[in-house]
């Protein structure tokens, strides 16, 4: 059972987690095992940390602790004994912090663990730095970093390297700090940790005292245009009216979603085997097949013609809305086949689309050259793709028109900037997918500054009003779009400084914890799917 509920909190699904936590716990009670128990309670008392009850987290953390000091484990005591330093650390009790962390290091050298050390040594870093006694901080700092490289902890390695980075940055010794910025950059890159990986950026710009586009090779835009995207509305009319109001506020680029999901239930548009489509009957085939995971060429929805006739209509509804001018991009095609994209493609082709998005799965390229080779209306994929080496076949065999990349998933600011100048060597232009916080928007922003074949950055927040409040930016007032553009901001590193009373209050209600460590991550991996 606690296994099963640390994959289910790994998945986001807390509720459950805790519902199979509490029954690892009565298990384990009921057969006495006091050491399966300890794990139980150590189990409940990270998923209470992590949705801010620190109360019960400690009150769980502390049951643990009884048992494993009871069990003589100093190894399980250490790892206790770190959680609850870190639990009043959050709580804003440093003295207390302090203490259990220091008590973890003694049970951990007792024991010869290494793993939790590393945690606690990171935590008394972080009081004494926090107090401004930057040389004991240091020194707990490079004692973590000596700790993490033995064990080959590549997520602890970025963040400690981080952390002795601002300290040398504090104590003015600049070379030392873009050092282990430029360490921790190079880590968070392969662990894909984009919390490491901005801040690093941050305090390697700070350091040098230049912009992040500076780093990226210099400007070529000093503001970055925007296109705003738009969820699905029942009719073109209602779509083309949500369009409207984005270009009032001066978007000058927009993207809606269209393809099959509303069709599903209407006579005659569609045409597939049983099983395939949401709200099938159920059969054998639907228990077998997970319809989200299974890729576009393998479900044999087809669009009749009909089908295609309500989309166009859909189409021709918007455009009398807001006219031909604006450029207008299309996603969200559904998981139809590769014929049905071109039969689609081509109706389309009267309504001058900016580009149709992600029609198949990335990793067909010879699909793709078929798309672009068939359509006359630009075809765009790329949200999914990781590094440079992962785009070159579709960029070689100029499969796209447009590539798409995410810069929070597909390498960072300068792996990007990579991206869209091998893509540039082809003929072929970059837009930015995003649909991230203002921290990761400002990331790519500086990267399309850097860009010279980029034509817009995605975004998706137009009716959240919080949107604008995580960060703040020297110099701008009101919200951080204006006028369709961001401007690039020239301060130091990304330009901006984090407002974290403002992320704490929007924190969504099944994970409260803020920038918490993720080290289950380093061994199980994600169950996301890896196309769009």
């Known amino acids: 059972m606690s296994q099963v509920g640390s994959m289910q909190f790994l998945q986001g699904d807390y509720a459950r987690a805790l519902e199979s936590h509490q029954q690892s716990l009565k298990l384990y009670e009921s057969l006495g095992a006091k050491e399966g128990v300890a794990f139980a309670l150590h189990s409940l008392g990270i998923l209470m940390r ?24 100093p190894d399980l005591a ?22 259990y962390h220091q008590a973890s290091l003694k049970a951990g050298e007792i024991s010869g663990s290494k793993f939790w050390t590393i945690f606690s040594l990171n935590g008394i870093g972080e009081i004494y730095a926090a107090s401004g006694q930057l040389p004991e901080a240091l020194m707990h700092f490079e004692k973590a970093l ?11 390695i970025a963040y400690v390297s981080l952390s002795i980075g601002n300290i040398k940055y504090l104590e003015g010794d600049f070379s030392q700090a873009i050092e282990f910025a430029e360490r921790a950059i190079a880590i968070a890159k392969q662990t894909s940790s984009r919390d490491a ?70 006579p005659g548009a569609l045409s597939w085997p049983q099983g395939m489509l949401p709200g099938d009957p159920e059969d054998k085939l639907e228990r077998m097949l997970n319809l989200h995971t299974l890729m576009h060429p393998f479900t044999h929805v087809r669009l009749t013609p009909k089908g295609i006739a309500l989309i166009c209509e859909y189409v021709e509804q918007v455009r009398a809305v807001v006219g031909d001018e604006v450029p207008i991009a299309a996603d969200h095609f559904g998981h139809i086949g590769i014929d049905d994209c071109i039969r689609l493609g081509q109706a389309l082709e009267p309504f001058n689309l900016a580009w149709l998005e992600d029609l198949v799965p990335w990793q067909f390229t010879d699909k793709w050259v078929q798309l672009e080779r068939a359509l006359n209306t630009p075809v765009c994929t790329g949200e999914d793709i990781y590094l440079k080496e992962g785009f070159r076949p579709l960029i070689e065999a100029r499969g796209v028109n447009i590539i798409h990349p995410d810069l929070a998933t597909s390498g960072g ?38 860009t010279e074949n980029f034509i817009a950055l995605e975004h998706h927040f137009t009716e959240i009003p919080y949107w604008n409040d995580f960060i703040s930016i020297a110099g701008v007032t009101g919200p951080i779009i204006q006028g369709g553009y961001i401007a690039v901001p020239e301060g130091p590193g990304l330009g901006f400084e984090i407002n974290e009373d403002a992320i704490k209050a929007h924190l969504i209600p099944e994970d409260q914890g803020y920038f918490e460590p993720t080290p289950q991550w380093d061994a199980v991996s994600s169950h996301d799917r890896l196309w769009s």
């Open 50 to 73: 992590v949705h801010g009850n620190y109360e019960q987290a400690l009150v769980y953390f502390q049951r643990s602790l009884e048992l494993t000091e009871s069990l003589k484990r």
């Open 197 to 266: 990986l901005w801040k690093a950026l941050t305090l390697a710009g700070k350091a040098y005292n230049v912009p992040a586009y500076v780093l990226a090779g210099g400007m070529f835009r000093d503001r970055i245009r925007m296109y705003c995207d738009t969820p699905n509305e029942p009719t073109g009319a209602a779509m083309g009216k949500k369009l409207q109001e984005r270009l009032d506020r001066g978007f000058t680029m927009l993207k809606m979603d269209l393809g099959v999901q509303p069709l599903i239930g209407v």
């Open 146 to 156: 000596k700790l993490s490289e033995e064990l080959n902890y590549k997520d602890r």
């Open 413 to 450: 600011i300068v792996e990007t900037k990579k991206i869209g100048d091998m893509a540039q060597e082809h003929g072929i232009s970059m837009a930015l997918h995003m649909a991230g916080t203002p921290v990761s928007t400002m990331a790519s922003v500086h990267c399309a500054a850097a």
């Open 78 to 99: 250490s790892r206790n004994l770190s959680s609850i330093g870190a639990v009043y650390g959050l709580m804003g009790n440093q003295v207390q912090a302090l203490d």
